[in-house]
Structure formats: C-alpha cells, structure tokens
C-alpha cells in the first residue's frame, strides 16, 4: 500500500459515522489529513479500537458525533441503516448545527437520498449522497471515486475534506444522482465479471494457458479493471477478499427496483442477480464477486 499524499485543506471538525470495512480507513484518512475526527459506531468496541489506533475522539450517539462538526460523514449498510444513524431522538440531524452538512457514502435508494435531502433543509442543514466506488483497497488507499448528488455549495464545502480519501469526488447532479450513478457502476460491473468468468471457464475447458491468454488480451480492448485486479485470483480460485457477493446482491436489488420505476429493461443485470443467488445458496455469500466463475468450473 503506498502512502496517502494529502493535500494542503483547511482543518474541519468532522464526525464519521459507520467503521466497517469501508468507513474505518476512510476516517482514518481525515485524521491523518488533519481533520478533528469524532467518530461513532453501533459496536461501540469498533469505536474504541478506531481511536486507539488513530486518537481522536468517539461519541455514544450519531447526534454527540455530530453536535460540533462542520462535515457529518456516514457509511452504513443499507436504507434502514442510514435511517436509523440520521434520524430519530439521538440521529445526527438532531445534533448537527446549522448549516453543517451531511455526507452519506453509504450505497442506499435515490428514494432514501432524496427523503433525507428534504429533512436536511427543513432543518437548515445540508444532504449529499456520495456513494463510493473502489472497495476495500480503495478505501485503504485513499483512491475511491465518490459520485455525489446535491446542492452545489454544499458539495464544494465537503469535496476538499472528502478527498483525504478519494481521487475523485465529482457532482453529478440533484439529491439521488449519486445513487443513481452508483446503480450504473453496478450494472456495469455485473456484466463485466460474468463476461470476464465466461471467458476463463472456457478458455480452462480449451485447454489453453489463460495467465498466458488474460496476458496477451488484456493489452487490447478487452483489458479492464476486472481483469487486471481479479483475473489471476479468478484462475488461482481464490475469492476471500474484495466486495462480498451479499453486498452485491444488496446493491443489485437497488438496481432492479429503480429500473422497475422508471422502466428501464437489465436483462442481463437481472440474470447475473440470479448467478449471484446461486452462488449465496452454495455458501458463497462472503465470497469476492469474482466468484461469479465458481459456478461455471
């Protein structure tokens, strides 16, 4: 992993809330840019060890985390998650200050970005939805892409915070666009693993030398993220590592119910959802989404 090069930013008071696999490198970063970092996590023995490693502080409660900063960062698991760390007696929108903003990085419904945009500003407050791509290895290494929806004065004030932990933040709309725009992301990976597992398990039936063969494709135009990352652990079978087939099959179900609202035709998204079932009913649900070529070995 090579160091982080951070960028000069001015010093904010920031709260990070969710330190999964994702969110705790990610507000590791803000500490080591030198934002003041509080933390808070539902396992609050994630919390303390987040600290132990990184100073700082924690708080008992998303709304303690977020009583003083300027930038409330989140990354949770899902719809109810974010929910439930924003609103309510002890959410973050009822500690926040005036004019602070809210940047969730979770991968949630455009439904749920908007609904919470609008509370935001009937609180005076601001809503960002940024979700991430990347990973794991993106988050420790600082590089995500963050596709963002909202106002534009708010993004502007979190985007310089935000890359601590990213290579590219970028606004790409109103309230649910970013959302929207990670459904793309995940639609376009789903076809590309089933396309890059198709190839090596026929490839591995022809008898051919596929490290030679990803080798020489993968200088031309079927070269991509997928291949270069994951084609020689997908011929070695290993898949204990990278983005989980349950977290796919989550962002995947996002994907399908928006295209039943606004009538968008996935067919192969949706059978490559199916692949993925498949895969969770064989006791694959932690497995890398590489592991899409399991099932045709």
């Known amino acids: 992993m090579n160091p982080k090069t951070y960028e000069p930013t001015?010093?904010?008071?920031?709260?990070?809330?969710?330190?999964?696999v994702m969110g705790a490198p990610m507000a590791g970063h803000l500490a080591r840019a030198g934002h003041a970092v509080t933390v808070y996590n539902r396992s609050a023995a994630k919390a303390e060890a987040w600290v132990?490693?990184?100073?700082?502080?924690?708080?008992?409660?998303?709304?303690?985390?977020?009583?003083?900063?300027d930038i409330v960062f989140a990354c949770v698991g899902n719809d109810a998650d974010l929910r439930s760390v924003v609103l309510g007696a002890h959410g973050a929108f009822q500690g926040m200050k005036p004019g602070a903003v809210f940047v969730d990085h979770t991968t949630a419904s455009a439904e749920v970005a908007r609904e919470l945009s609008a509370e935001a500003q009937r609180r005076g407050l601001h809503f960002i939805d940024a979700p991430v791509s990347g990973g794991n290895l993106g988050a420790l290494n600082g590089t995500l892409t963050v596709m963002?929806?909202?106002?534009?004065?708010?993004?502007?004030?979190?985007?310089?915070?935000?890359?601590?932990?990213s290579k590219a933040v970028t606004l790409l709309g109103a309230s649910g666009a970013g959302q929207l725009a990670k459904m793309v992301n995940q639609i376009a990976i789903a076809g590309l693993v089933q396309g890059l597992a198709e190839a090596i398990a026929f490839g591995e039936r022809a008898g051919?030398?596929?490290a030679a063969v990803l080798g020489v494709i993968g200088q031309g135009a079927a070269q991509s993220w997928q291949m270069d990352q994951r084609g020689a652990t997908m011929?070695?079978?290993?898949?204990?590592?990278?983005?989980?087939?349950?977290?796919?099959?989550?962002?995947?179900?996002?994907?399908?119910?928006?295209?039943?609202?606004?009538?968008?035709?996935?067919?192969?998204?949706?059978?490559?959802?199916?692949?993925?079932?498949?895969?969770?009913?064989?006791?694959?649900?932690?497995?890398?989404?590489?592991?899409?070529?399991?099932?045709?070995?």
């Open 52 to 69: 132990a490693e990184h100073g700082h502080a924690r708080a008992d409660t998303p709304a303690a985390a977020a009583a003083e900063a």
């Open 148 to 165: 963002c929806g909202g106002e534009a004065a708010a993004f502007e004030a979190m985007r310089p915070v935000a890359l601590a932990f």
């Open 10 to 20: 001015p010093a904010r008071r920031v709260a990070f809330l969710g330190l999964g």
């Open 208 to 210: 051919l030398d596929m």
């Open 235 to 297: 011929l070695a079978d290993r898949f204990d590592f990278g983005f989980a087939v349950d977290w796919m099959r989550k962002d995947l179900g996002l994907v399908l119910d928006e295209a039943r609202r606004n009538g968008a035709r996935l067919p192969v998204t949706a059978l490559v959802d199916q692949f993925y079932a498949d895969l969770q009913a064989q006791g694959g649900s932690r497995l890398d989404t590489s592991s899409l070529v399991k099932r045709l070995r």
